[in-house]
Structures are given as structure tokens and as C-alpha cells.
């Protein structure tokens, strides 16, 4: 009888209001800002991946720094691409839903993780083809 009074209490506590939602065109979500930060997203990933694997084949004694990209880099090139695909396709997903939001906060930042992502693919490419020479 406690845990379903404290469940019950738990409930009641965290239960909020509904209200109506304004219903969002998928075409104000996805505009040409939103197709511009994807492509640009999916061209560093692939531009990082692409120098790793050339890394790989001048540098016999580099490897893959990062651990968790590292057993995709081990599997090898389709395996890595396909890895890196899915993962900007989930951070895509996440920037859109962020997009839509009701929340204003969401719908103005929904830019900074792919932004973020982008910058940390740039650097990787760089680096990259620094160890390449």
C-alpha cells in the first residue's frame, strides 16, 4: 500500500498541464538553412573519414585516437562511412525535432550541435592530412 501511494504521489507531483499544440509545416522545419547545415554535416564527416583511411595507408603507425569511432575504423571503410551516416542522420533528427519545437530556446540553438560536429570533423581533417605529409 506505500509504493502505491508513493506512486501515486509521484505521479500527481510530476504531472503537468496538457494543452493544445500549434501544428508546425514540415516545410518551416525543414528550409534551406536546416538542408544546408546537413550537407555541410555529412561533407566533413565524409572528408574526415575519407583522410583517416589515407592516413592509414601512409602511416603505418597511426591509428584512430578516438574510442569510439576507433572499432568502426577497425571493420573498415563501409563499415565507418555507414557508422557515421547513422550517427548524422540521429544528430539531424534532433536538430529537426529541435526546429519544430514550441520551445524558443530549442528552436534557436537547433544549429549548434551539427555546427559543433562540423568544426570537430574540420579539425580531424586537418590533422589528418597534416599526418599524411
Same mark, same amino acid.
Given at each position: 500500500?506505500?509504493?502505491?501511494?508513493?506512486?501515486?504521489?509521484?505521479?500527481?507531483?510530476?504531472?503537468? %498541464?496538457?494543452?493544445?499544440?500549434?501544428?508546425?509545416?514540415?516545410?518551416?522545419?525543414?528550409?534551406?538553412?536546416?538542408?544546408?547545415?546537413?550537407? $555541410?554535416?555529412?561533407?566533413?564527416?565524409?572528408?574526415?573519414?575519407? *583522410?583517416?583511411?589515407? %592516413?592509414?595507408?601512409?602511416?603505418?603507425?597511426? @591509428?584512430?585516437?578516438?574510442?569510439?569511432? #576507433?572499432?568502426?575504423?577497425?571493420?573498415? #571503410?563501409?563499415?565507418?562511412? #555507414?557508422?557515421?551516416?547513422?550517427?548524422?542522420?540521429?544528430?539531424?533528427?534532433?536538430? @529537426?525535432?529541435?526546429?519544430?519545437?514550441?520551445?524558443?530556446?530549442?528552436?534557436?540553438?537547433?544549429? #549548434?550541435?551539427?555546427?559543433?560536429?562540423?568544426?570537430?570533423? *574540420?579539425? $580531424? @581533417?586537418?590533422?589528418?592530412?597534416?599526418?599524411?605529409?
Amino acid at each position: 500500500m506505500r509504493k502505491l501511494c508513493g506512486a501515486l504521489m509521484l505521479l500527481l507531483v510530476t504531472a503537468t %498541464v496538457a494543452h493544445a499544440q500549434e501544428f508546425r509545416a514540415p516545410e518551416q522545419v525543414t528550409d534551406k538553412k536546416f538542408w544546408l547545415v546537413a550537407g $555541410a554535416l555529412t561533407t566533413t564527416m565524409l572528408l574526415d573519414t575519407k *583522410s583517416t583511411f589515407e %592516413v592509414g595507408k601512409r602511416c603505418p603507425d597511426c @591509428y584512430e585516437a578516438n574510442p569510439v569511432v #576507433a572499432p568502426f575504423v577497425r571493420q573498415g #571503410a563501409t563499415t565507418t562511412y #555507414a557508422a557515421g551516416l547513422a550517427f548524422d542522420a540521429g544528430v539531424m533528427t534532433v536538430a @529537426y525535432k529541435m526546429k519544430g519545437s514550441e520551445n524558443r530556446w530549442a528552436r534557436r540553438t537547433w544549429w #549548434a550541435v551539427p555546427a559543433a560536429l562540423m568544426v570537430g570533423h *574540420s579539425i $580531424a @581533417y586537418r590533422h589528418n592530412n597534416n599526418l599524411a605529409r
